[in-house]
């Protein structure tokens, strides 16, 4: 008998602490919005506003917030309101994305430990040369060097000869040359770049820029303030294949995604085999 009147004295001083810690929180915190008896309170922020958050901004996120709140409390209570009972049963609908959540996790760990990443370049060279109408060129490409000076650079001249000098000491020069005296410099002639990014690096004022670079190798262009120096190695236009240097990278992407696939799928047929072999389950 004691030890129930404990127990049902503790059950009541835990009823009343709950109660007490909630009308102190009413009465102390700053309520910013109620929907019937629901509140949020000013806690209830806590990590929706960035640390550093300037007072304007942090005022327009705590605004919208307090308005979604609410806006979704009154929808809540309108759709309860409107729907039976049958309406509002989700058991089924959460024990599927529930399931859908643990199988999602175990395929992840399984890709995790068991996938091989390593895509040889013959691999992806031949997916590569068994697919060309999957890798033909979007917007135009091209391999070039260029350097930026100012209009009255004094090492124009030097510039321009080592810029169109194929010998390896040269390139040398070039590099530390551009590092001295240039505003700005591209000299890798070995990576594609779309044209659409150069053009946003070069003044090519016309209305068909790609063909100037297409036809002139070597390309000087002054503006109001800068002076160019342009070296064009190939130019591919769209609709022709792309180069496989510029699509490894998404070769490799797309066969990992193919054994990640295939490798799930083997999963599946493993646990089905074993199960049907053990008499796990029966289809009636």
Known sequence: MKQFTLKYTLFLLLILL???????????ERVLARVDKEYLYES????????GTPAKDS?????????????????????????????????????DYKNSLIIFAYENALVSQ??????????????????PQNFLLKENIIRLQ??????????????????TSDREEDRGQLEDLCTRGAIGYFLDDQRWLYFSEVAKQLPLRTDNPEEILKT?????????????LVRVK??????????FELEKQ??????????????????????YSKALQKNDFEIF
């Open 44 to 51: 209830d922020l806590k990590g929706i506003i960035p640390a």
């Open 59 to 95: 005022l327009e996120l705590t605004r919208n917030f307090v308005e979604n709140w609410v806006r979704q409390k009154l929808m809540i209570r309108q759709a309860v309101s409107n729907l039976n009972k049958d309406q509002m049963d989700f058991t089924r609908q959460l024990e």
């Open 18 to 28: 709950t109660s007490c810690t909630t009308f102190f929180k009413k009465k102390t």
């Open 234 to 243: 190939e130019v591919l236009l769209k609709e022709t294949l792309a180069p």
């Open 146 to 163: 260029y350097i930026k000076l100012p209009l009255n650079s004094s090492f124009f001249k030097q510039f321009k000869k080592l810029l």
């Open 114 to 131: 068991k996938l091989d990443t390593v895509i040889p370049d013959a691999e992806a060279r031949n997916y590569y040369d068994a697919n």
């Open 216 to 228: 002139n190798r070597e390309v000087e262009i002054k503006d109001s303030v800068y002076q160019y």
């Open 250 to 271: 998404r070769i490799r992407d797309i066969l990992l995604n193919k054994r990640k696939i295939e490798l799930i799928n083997r999963m599946q047929e493993d646990v």
